[in-house]
């Protein structure tokens, strides 16, 4: 398996079961990033698809128009994997999209429910990111101390991910 594809597969793991991520419009006003649930169906990982639902009155969908470059930042629960994420973010409210993600958690956000007027469903098309994995670990301390390069041993837990 090569550092790339490996480094793509722990991104999309991590991400289905984290999800809370930094995402934030890029250029010009663009605010700043907020906190936001992912929703990454195993479909989405191919095409680079994550998904976020919003209100119409938070300032990232204001912001987003009809479709902005975005960044997302991303850390893994247990800090095992890092990454910024590139890609562009759409309003996108599909009714399909919606019902196939609705979930009781999403519901306690919107008083009308999938018909509420301000529910805004967002699309990330994910281009690329530069990912990290983190192996700060006793083990790794125990390799430095025995001599191995900590240099040579961090280039294979980096690069940059086309998604």
């Given at each position: 398996m090569s550092n790339?594809?490996?480094?793509?597969?722990?991104?999309?793991?991590?991400?289905?079961?984290?999800?809370?991520?930094?995402?934030?419009?890029?250029g010009g006003d663009h605010g700043h990033a907020q906190p936001m649930t992912a929703v990454v169906e195993d479909e989405d990982c191919e095409r680079g698809v994550?998904?976020?639902?919003?209100?119409?009155?938070?300032?990232?969908?204001?912001?987003?128009?009809?479709?902005r470059e975005a960044m997302m930042h991303f850390a893994s629960k247990g800090h095992d994997v890092w990454a910024c994420v590139h890609g562009t973010l759409t309003p996108d409210n599909d009714r399909a999209v919606i019902e196939r993600l609705w979930n009781p958690f999403i519901a306690a956000w919107y008083k009308d429910g999938k018909d509420d007027p301000k529910l805004r469903l967002m699309r990330f098309d994910a281009?690329?990111?530069?990912?990290?994995?983190?192996?700060?670990?006793?083990?790794?301390?125990?390799?430095?101390?025995?001599?191995?390069?900590?240099?040579?041993?961090?280039?294979?837990?980096?690069?940059?991910?086309?998604?």
């Open positions: 790339e594809q490996e480094l793509r597969e722990k991104f999309w793991k991590h991400l289905k079961s984290d999800r809370t991520v930094f995402l934030g419009v890029t994550i998904w976020f639902f919003t209100s119409t009155d938070v300032d990232l969908a204001q912001k987003t128009g009809t479709g281009a690329h990111a530069q990912i990290w994995l983190n192996e700060n670990s006793v083990f790794a301390g125990l390799k430095m101390l025995l001599g191995a390069d900590p240099k040579k041993e961090y280039k294979d837990k980096v690069a940059e991910v086309s998604l």
